[in-house]
């Protein structure tokens, strides 16, 4: 597995972050980045890509909401700090359950995942 950085991708985010006007077009803008990051993830091992997928979905769903939730209730550096450490165990703990992956696979899909999905 080889993760490539997405120039594409990244371009698009910084024009469209660049050229934003509300929160809502900041979100979309990172949702797109997302999406592109995700495929490439999915598609660097097909085998394993219905799975990622899903842990990617969970992801979303919980432990990006709880983070949210926990960022907006931050009142310390502290607990902002707090937020992302129970963030990233989270993530790493739901891309626990993908077999068949190297260490190496499983941590580089591991930390893109805490990355494109971190942006709230």
């Known amino acids: 597995m080889r993760l490539y950085t997405d120039n594409s991708a990244s371009s698009t985010l910084v024009a469209g972050l660049q050229a934003a006007v509300t929160s809502n077009d900041v979100a979309s803008d990172f949702g797109t980045?997302?999406?592109?990051?995700l495929a490439q993830v999915e598609s660097m091992d097909g085998s394993r890509a219905s799975a990622v997928g899903t842990a990617d979905d969970?992801?979303?769903?919980?432990?990006?909401?709880?983070?949210?939730?926990?960022?907006d209730a931050a009142a310390t550096t502290g607990a902002v700090v707090?937020?992302?450490?129970?963030?990233d165990a989270a993530v790493s703990?739901?891309?626990?359950?993908?077999?068949?992956?190297?260490?190496?696979?499983?941590?580089?899909?591991?930390?893109?995942?805490?990355?494109i999905d971190s942006n709230v």
């Open 33 to 37: 980045y997302h999406d592109s990051i």
């Open 93 to 115: 703990t739901a891309m626990q359950g993908i077999g068949g992956m190297s260490s190496s696979q499983l941590d580089a899909s591991t930390q893109t995942l805490m990355l």
């Open 58 to 71: 969970n992801i979303r769903a919980s432990a990006r909401a709880t983070l949210e939730t926990s960022l």
């Open 82 to 87: 707090q937020a992302y450490v129970t963030f």
